[in-house]
């Protein structure tokens, strides 16, 4: 910034004026500072330039001074504040300071004056190391103040929204929450269009708008804000003002609760179609999916295996040597089945198999059949054989899945009978 006007008088009048002045923009950087402020901050004029005022502000007084901003944009011709400055010697003085906005070649600048200025006698130490902690607890990176144009694009920019994004002050100027260089997601991951901008709807109503919005930073991380835009009166460059909190603990939270939701919905939904104690699919998922077939139309095809004697197994070995049989007939039955086919339990001791062709069916039942016939049996639980009947069951045009699981279950038990004819060993 030029402050020098034609002639030099007014940058002249500026620099040798004896009360404490800096000129800031809208970023709070210092872009002109006077030799009495110099003095005051026990800094040259060459090292205020292009540092920020807030940086010189304790703490609890920031709250305030950002405060003043505000009043400022709201129409107020000028704000008095009385707050701590941080000279370059680690000391704090107490000052009043006057501020007005200026208008300078199209650009809104601010013009402070320091009225009084007192030492506290707070040496710089631990209580300064103590009020650095204090001011990143109370003005954290991730909380900002924007103001913005009548077509929502920011003029002015707290250096903390710039800092988190890994993007200069003058980066932002000039864009919208939504502008694709800042790639705006909303809460589930959407990319937000300019329709999705709060800044905008909030000029577009004249309400408040509050949302959700996540920035991505130069880095690709991405900061997560609620946004809450509303209008501001009595400005003719600013029409809007956003105020973003800094919510990523809570949006992280609600991704970690919504994964963990759908772990557990998925970890249902695979207990509600799979028995506990085989894993294999469950009578109503069998029920469901011959259904499903049998209405999509084609070939179908379905396979009953039936445990023999597994009652006695249970009245003589008990109710654990059962389960013991089941699971192990499940692993046997699992690995013979075909691709592309789906085997369950249809409860008790009965596994089904639904096939779309009818050739992986007779294959299945065939390789059961040959496996229960030889000595060691379709399994061996406890030195005892185990074997089983099996019946196929192929749909015929209007079968309904009753006709269908009817027929298999027929031919079972004909197999079943058959086997009981013959002499039987059970171990």
């Not at 709201?74 to 370059?88: I, K, M, N, T, Y």
């Not at 954290?140 to 994004?165: I, K, N, Q, W, Y």
């Not at 294999?280 to 999509?296: N, V």
């Not at 089945?337 to 198999?353: C, I, M, S, Y």
Request: charged fraction near 25%.
């Amino acid at each position: 910034m030029n402050i020098e006007q034609p002639g030099g008088l007014l940058g002249a009048a500026f620099r040798a004026g004896t009360v404490p002045s800096l000129i800031v923009d809208t970023g709070t950087r210092v872009v002109a500072a006077n030799a009495a402020y110099a003095d005051m901050s026990g800094r040259t004029v060459d090292e205020l330039v292009g540092a920020f005022t807030l940086d010189f502000i304790h703490a609890d007084d920031l709250t305030g001074a950002l405060a003043g901003y505000d009043r400022l944009l709201s129409g107020e011709p000028s704000v008095s504040q009385r707050r701590r400055h941080l000279r370059a010697d680690g000391v704090w003085i107490d000052v009043l300071a006057v501020t007005v906005q200026l208008e300078f070649e199209g650009a809104h600048y601010l013009l402070v004056q320091v009225l009084e200025h007192t030492a506290a006698g707070e040496p710089r130490g631990a209580e300064v190391l103590n009020e650095v902690r204090a001011r990143t607890e109370l003005q954290p990176f991730g909380d900002a103040s924007c103001f913005h144009d009548g077509e929502g694009r920011m003029v002015m920019t707290p250096r903390g929204l710039a800092t988190r994004l890994g993007r200069p002050i003058e980066w932002l100027y000039g864009r919208r929450l939504t502008d694709p260089g800042l790639g705006a997601l909303g809460p589930a991951g959407e990319p937000l269009a300019p329709d999705d901008d709060p800044v905008l709807e909030a000029i577009r109503t004249g309400v408040d708008v509050t949302r959700t919005i996540g920035l991505t930073a130069a880095d690709g991380s991405v900061a997560w804000y609620s946004v809450r835009a509303g209008l501001v009166e009595h400005l003719n460059t600013v029409a809007a003002r956003s105020t973003l909190r800094d919510v990523d603990e809570l949006i992280e939270a609600q991704q970690e609760i919504r994964a963990l939701a759908a772990i557990v919905e998925q970890d249902l939904a695979h207990r509600l179609d799979h028995d506990d104690l085989t894993g294999l699919k469950t009578r109503r998922a069998l029920i469901e999916l011959t259904d499903a077939a049998l209405w999509s139309g084609g070939p179908v095809a379905v396979v009953f295996v039936d445990l023999d004697h597994f009652k006695e197994i249970n009245d003589e070995l008990g109710h654990l040597a059962g389960d013991e049989v089941l699971a192990a007939a499940a692993v046997v039955l699992h690995g013979l089945a075909p691709a592309g086919t789906t085997l369950g339990r249809a409860g008790g001791d009965e596994f089904v198999l639904l096939a779309r062709d009818h050739a992986d069916a007779e294959r299945f039942a065939a390789a059961v059949r040959d496996r229960t016939a030889n000595a060691p049996g379709l399994v061996t639980v406890r030195n005892r054989p185990v074997r089983a009947s099996v019946g196929v069951g192929v749909a015929e045009p209007g079968d309904t899945r009753s006709t269908l699981f009817a027929r298999a279950d027929a031919a079972m038990y004909r197999a079943k009978h058959s086997r009981r004819q013959a002499p039987q060993t059970l171990g």
